[in-house]
């Protein structure tokens, strides 16, 4: 079973809004905190926004005040409202999930398979 599977991309126009999921397996334990990490053609990954068990969330300054992270428990999804969406925000969205996280960290132990993110000016 594939530890995470996130969806929800698409294409949009600037200012215009996405959200994406990521529903976690049973191999995710309930403890583990969760994150969204993207990444631009030719630019490395970025972290955007984490949620800890508890819901404390943190986000990328760049994301600030636009992208929402949450968590419904009871499914076993994890989300990111994204409004006033930007071209720059153009990119491959990945879900992931870990012991520990914190916005700048790249590197998870489990990951989504993706979702692709463009936003046309």
């Known amino acids: 079973q594939v530890p995470l599977v996130d969806s929800g991309g698409g294409s949009v126009q600037a200012g215009g809004s996405l959200r994406l999921s990521c529903a976690a397996s049973r191999y995710i334990p309930r403890r583990y905190c969760m994150a969204w990490v993207r990444q631009a053609p030719g630019k490395e990954r970025e972290g955007v926004a984490v949620i800890a068990s508890d819901g404390t969330t943190n986000y990328a300054d760049s994301v600030k005040g636009r992208f929402t992270i949450s968590k419904d428990n009871a499914k076993d999804t994890l989300y990111l409202q994204m409004n006033s969406l930007k071209p720059e925000d153009t990119a491959m969205y990945y879900c992931?999930?870990?012991?520990?996280?914190?916005?700048?960290?790249?590197?998870?132990?489990?990951w989504g398979q993706g979702t692709q993110v463009t936003v046309s000016s």
């Open positions: 992931a999930a870990d012991s520990t996280c914190w916005v700048s960290r790249r590197d998870y132990n489990y």
